[in-house]
């Protein structure tokens, strides 16, 4: 099974969001996520639009890179500016891409909807063609 991690900057919208979308909608793939600094928790709205998706499970959770760092991953993918610009090398060689989205926090929810969408289209056929 082939492993993905989608890093952001505090773990607690647009990672997660594709942490789950991944784990969903692509077969033999194994997506975490994690931050560069650590938020506390997942964004509600974030939570909430994943629940109308029927992507959430409670295993997510927001964490830092240190709790899984010595994962072994085959794409890791920075989701915004501040983690593409920090995103630290890994112990086994690995390809890093970055796929940037818009961070919807303190938006109204129909922004967090808007950017599930836009990370479901626009990520997961990339990695879906960078894993096969």
């Known amino acids: 099974m082939k492993k993905v991690l989608i890093l952001c900057t505090k773990n607690s919208c ?4 594709a942490e789950a979308l ?9 997506a975490y996520s994690a931050g560069i600094e650590i938020a506390g ?4 709205y974030a ?10 499970s409670d295993e997510y959770y927001s964490k ?13 993918i920075t989701v915004c500016g501040d983690a593409e610009e ?3 090398a890994f112990p086994k ?3 890093v891409i970055h796929i940037g989205f818009e961070n919807p926090e303190g938006e109204a929810f129909e922004a967090y909807e808007q950017s599930l969408q836009e990370i479901k289209e ?3 056929p990339i990695v879906r063609k960078k894993m096969s």
Request: proline content about 4%; charged content about 35%.
């Open 14 to 17: 647009r990672s997660i969001v």
């Open 22 to 30: 991944i784990n969903k909608y692509l077969n033999n793939m194994r």
């Open 41 to 44: 928790e997942i964004d509600p």
């Open 47 to 56: 939570k909430q639009a994943l629940e109308n998706e029927e992507a959430w």
């Open 64 to 76: 830092t890179l240190d709790k899984i760092i010595d994962t072994e991953f085959d794409l890791v």
């Open 86 to 88: 920090k995103c630290p």
């Open 93 to 95: 060689k690995v390809e």
């Open 122 to 124: 626009k990520l997961l």
